[in-house]
């Protein structure tokens, strides 16, 4: 290795370590912004962190998209697939990222997707990034929060280490969902656990569900492979047409079958619903 490529190798390992101080800087402060609204139990502080620490992952997509996956045996970033590059994620930087949801499927054209569990971090710990929303809603169609100048300045004060972002997801879900089922089934209607109605934790108004969700980037490529893989949900029929299901059934990971009408819509709600019967299932068992 020549002098120079070691002095670019030092420059890339200051530059990572800067980032990765960032985040948890980042998270720091908004660990201190949770405020309390009602006193909470032990049992209610340790069913917190139970859930925070085992939600698992969710990638969705259409079925097209499904298989063009599964014939490529991995989740790729846009710059690893070489597609046409989103506007939201040139913007915030994010164009060599695969995105995921924490909790159940939240991007509203969702037909069928991927449950990860929560040890697939662990693979990626201090590449990850994490932000209690989804950023690509604030390239445009959600406008930041005072005092922050423009959405990518609010992106990146928020985004934060993976897997240690979830502390402040067991925070969120101590003192802003009155149970943990109420977080994963409704993740936007912030509540104290006495019912107390409460504002966005992060001062953000407009938007839909997804920003109340995190949102989990790890870089480049995730293989479709147990044991981080857990399931694959399809609409019932649809595994009949996907060859490539059957091999990963074969390799132990679960395929679940929902329920829908026609209507895409109502497809979602389907989905949505059957992923959070099963992670409830999963964190219960």
Sequence with gaps: MTDRSLFEKFLSVVSQMSVLSSHQTNLDRLLQGILPHCAITEKQSLAARHWSLQMPLTHGCNVGTLKVILQSEALL????????????????????????????????????????????????????????????????????????LDGVDFVRNHELPVPEYRQLLAALISHYAATPQAYLQNVEAFACHCLEQRLHPFGISGGDRRTS?????????????????????????????????????????????????????????????????FIEEYINS
Excluded: W
Aim: charge should be negative; aromatic fraction near 10%.
């Design 77 to 148: 970033s846009q710059a690893v697939v070489g597609k046409r590059i989103g506007a939201a994620e040139a913007l915030m930087g994010t164009t060599d990222d695969v995105f995921f949801y924490l909790g159940t499927f939240a991007y509203p054209t969702t037909e069928c997707g991927f449950l990860f569990v929560h040890s697939l971090e662990h693979d990626h710990s201090g590449k990850g990034v994490a932000t209690p929303f989804d950023s690509g809603a604030f390239a445009s169609r959600v406008p930041a929060p005072a005092p922050y």
């Design 213 to 277: 969700t995190f949102e989990v980037r790890i870089p480049q490529r995730v293989p479709l492979q147990p044991p981080h893989l857990l399931a694959v949900f399809v609409k019932n029929g649809h595994e009949k047409q996907i060859a490539e299901l059957s091999s990963l059934h074969a390799l132990g990971v679960r395929i679940e079958r929902y329920s829908a009408d026609p209507d895409q819509v109502d497809s979602f709600y389907a989905i949505r619903e059957s992923c959070i019967n």
